[in-house]
């Protein structure tokens, strides 16, 4: 939805099954994605309300959301109106 994704499929194991990403290039064959940055962590949680959320370099990058409508991007949390915990930023 965000452009960063390229495909996916799922791969179906005797476990739990396996999710393939393939990920977006350039036409230089540059990845889209330059920075991954985890938030919250398992010993630190963040919550921020939707007016807190970080505009990640200024509205180009993306944050996810885990909320209580599901994962979401900075940008559909703003829309709903709904803040929750913050998992990481990609630019």
Same mark, same amino acid.
């Not at 990403?21 to 939707?50: A, F, H, M, P």
């Not at 990058?61 to 915990?85: F, L, Y």
């Given at each position: 939805?965000?452009?960063?994704?390229? +495909? /996916? +499929?799922?791969?179906?194991?005797?476990?739990?099954?396996?999710?393939?990403?393939?990920?977006? /290039?350039?036409?230089?064959?540059?990845?889209?994605?330059?920075?991954?940055?985890? !938030?919250?962590k398992t010993g630190c949680r963040? /919550?921020?309300?939707? +007016?807190? !959320?970080?505009?990640?370099?200024?509205?180009?990058?993306?944050?996810?959301?885990?909320?209580?409508?599901?994962?979401?991007?900075?940008?559909?949390?703003?829309?709903?109106?709904?803040?929750?915990e913050i998992l990481c930023t990609?630019?």
């Amino acid at each position: 939805q965000e452009g960063y994704i390229l +495909d /996916y +499929d799922r791969i179906e194991d005797t476990k739990q099954g396996i999710i393939r990403i393939k990920l977006k /290039y350039n036409q230089v064959g540059e990845s889209i994605i330059s920075d991954i940055k985890r !938030l919250s962590k398992t010993g630190c949680r963040k /919550y921020l309300s939707v +007016d807190k !959320l970080p505009r990640v370099m200024a509205g180009m990058g993306i944050a996810i959301v885990s909320t209580s409508k599901g994962v979401m991007s900075d940008k559909s949390c703003r829309e709903a109106n709904v803040g929750g915990e913050i998992l990481c930023t990609v630019n």
